[in-house]
């Protein structure tokens, strides 16, 4: 009898083993298909997401490439612009010394049409040279003061010396080119003898 009981209970053992068995087996099929449902989700996202970043990557390339040319186009522009000043920025001076030449050209015709008054010929050359030089003067173009000053190598280029009974040792004596500062940058010296003094 007691061995009949422990078969049947071995039995029961078995069958609630095998049933155990089978249930652990079940649920890890169904553990299985939920994972590889997850991985399946998490892929597709994954993709997903690597779809939008690529997008908006291509987007940015291309927004810089807008940029750069944009930023060449306005460089080239600007530098179109440059060169157009640059070009024409002696048009205010040019202007103004036409009126110089029409009155020098007209000084010329009365010297011809008058060839016996020299007097009107000077007049008109000197009008000339005076207007010529309120042209530079109105550009910023003033002479550098020579005669009768301390020789400053800064404004003046020595050519010669001479001994001057008006002048002190190391002042300018004469003036052989006038000099021209543009503003307050010398563009010609002035070219000039210097005094060595009376020579006694």
Same mark, same amino acid.
């Given at each position: 009898?007691?061995?009949?009981t422990?078969n049947?209970q +071995?039995?029961?053992? @078995? #069958?609630?083993?095998? *049933?155990?068995n089978? !249930?652990a ?10 994972l590889? !449902?997850?991985? +399946?989700?998490d892929?597709?996202e994954?993709?997903d997401?690597? @779809? ?6 291509? *987007?940015? !390339?291309q927004e810089?490439?807008r940029?750069? *040319?944009e ?5 080239k522009?600007?530098?179109?612009? *440059?060169d157009? #000043?640059l070009k ?12 110089v030449?029409?009155?020098l050209?007209?000084a ?8 016996t008054n /020299?007097k009107?010929?000077?007049d008109?050359?000197?009008m000339v =040279?005076?207007?010529? /030089?309120d ?7 003033k002479?550098?003061? =020579? ?5 400053d190598?800064? %404004?003046?280029?020595?050519i010669?010396q001479?001994? +001057?009974?008006?002048h002190? =040792?190391?002042?300018v004596?004469q003036e052989?080119?006038?000099g %021209?500062m ?8 002035a070219?000039v003898i210097? @005094?060595t003094? @009376?020579?006694?």
């Open positions: 009898m007691k061995n009949e422990e049947q +071995s039995s029961v053992d @078995s #069958q609630n083993d095998e *049933a155990l089978d !249930e087996l079940h649920a890890e099929g169904l553990a299985d298909e939920a590889g !449902e997850l991985h +399946s989700a892929a597709g994954a993709l997401e690597v @779809s939008v970043m690529r997008d908006k990557l291509n *987007a940015a !390339e810089i490439l940029g750069k *040319a930023l060449e186009n306005f460089r522009r600007m530098q179109r612009d *440059a157009q #000043q024409f920025a002696n048009v205010p001076i040019v202007r103004d010394l036409l009126d030449i029409d009155n050209n007209r010329l015709e009365a010297a011809r049409n008058d060839e /020299t009107a010929l000077v008109g050359v000197q =040279s005076q207007q010529f /030089t042209v530079l003067s109105k550009h910023g173009c002479s550098i003061e =020579s005669i009768g000053v301390p020789f190598p800064n %404004y003046h280029q020595a010669a001479m001994p +001057s009974a008006d002190e =040792s190391g002042v004596a052989v080119a006038v %021209y543009l503003h307050d940058r010398v563009i010609r010296p070219q210097v @005094s003094g @009376s020579g006694n």
